[in-house]
């Protein structure tokens, strides 16, 4: 399983602006933050380190997959000096429905994935699952854009955060980056 390792310490590409905690607790400040595609030994500098694996598509269809593919951008764009790390967990009434129901909130509910698409490809993403690796979160979103999308990015968020899927969010931290 390829595993993704964020580690917030003095080190690392990506300078942390700021870390704001959304809902529930929050994570320590740190200057730098380093991801790396391969799990290491802690470094003795360490704040945090979160993990997560990519996976397989939960709820995403064909023809919503098909949208996806015509217009997301890859990470790692030279203009995408902006990033977000932005880690989940969803309640356990949340785990606890049924997967056709969570496929209900999330896209037909929440438009999720309809609301996201207007956004590409402006903004790159990445999600990976941690909640079956035993990890403080279930999920650790990633985003890159460029300074100039920042606001649209500002926007997606408050549209999905007022959605009914985020009812289901009980932790949420808001990670700000730069490059
Ligand atoms: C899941 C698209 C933005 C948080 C998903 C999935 C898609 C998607 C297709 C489903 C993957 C699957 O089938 O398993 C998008 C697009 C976005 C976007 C196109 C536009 C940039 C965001 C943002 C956040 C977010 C801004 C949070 C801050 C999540 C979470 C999941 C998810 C937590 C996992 C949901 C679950 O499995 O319960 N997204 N997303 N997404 N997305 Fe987004």
Same mark, same amino acid.
């Given at each position: 399983?390829?595993?993704?390792?964020?580690?917030?310490?003095?080190?690392?590409?990506?300078?942390?602006?700021? @870390? +704001?905690?959304?809902?529930? *607790?929050?994570?320590?400040?740190? !200057? %730098?933050? #380093?991801?790396? $595609? /391969?799990?290491?030994?802690?470094?003795?500098?360490?704040?945090? @380190? +979160?993990?997560?694996?990519? *996976?397989?598509?939960?709820?995403? !269809? %064909?023809? #919503?997959?098909? $949208? /996806?593919?015509?217009?997301?951008?890859?990470?790692?764009?030279?203009?995408?000096?902006?990033?977000?790390?932005?880690?989940?967990?969803?309640?356990?009434?949340?785990?606890?429905?049924?997967?056709?129901?969570?496929?209900?909130?999330?896209?037909?509910?929440?438009?999720?994935?309809?609301?996201?698409?207007?956004?590409?490809?402006?903004?790159?993403?990445?999600?990976?699952?941690?909640?079956?690796?035993?990890?403080?979160?279930?999920?650790?979103?990633?985003?890159?854009?460029?300074?100039?999308?920042?606001?649209?990015?500002?926007?997606?968020?408050?549209?999905?955060?007022?959605?009914?899927?985020?009812?289901?969010?009980?932790?949420?931290?808001?990670?700000?980056?730069?490059?």
């Amino acid at each position: 399983m390829a595993l993704t390792q964020f580690t917030a310490g003095a080190t690392g590409t990506w300078q942390i602006d700021r @870390i +704001l905690a959304v809902t529930g *607790s929050t994570l320590a400040l740190a !200057e %730098r933050l #380093e991801v790396s $595609a /391969l799990p290491r030994t802690a470094r003795p500098d360490a704040v945090w @380190i +979160l993990s997560g694996a990519t *996976s397989y598509k939960r709820y995403t !269809e %064909r023809a #919503e997959q098909a $949208a /996806l593919d015509a217009v997301q951008p890859a990470l790692g764009r030279s203009d995408a000096r902006c990033a977000s790390l932005i880690p989940i967990t969803k309640t356990a009434r949340w785990w606890d429905l049924p997967q056709d129901e969570r496929r209900a909130v999330f896209e037909e509910t929440s438009h999720h994935i309809a609301i996201g698409l207007e956004y590409l490809p402006a903004i790159a993403r990445q999600l990976y699952h941690s909640r079956d690796l035993g990890e403080p979160f279930d999920f650790l979103t990633w985003f890159e854009y460029a300074p100039r999308d920042a606001p649209a990015f500002e926007e997606l968020l408050a549209r999905l955060r007022t959605s009914r899927e985020w009812d289901y969010v009980e932790r949420e931290v808001d990670i700000r980056l730069r490059r």
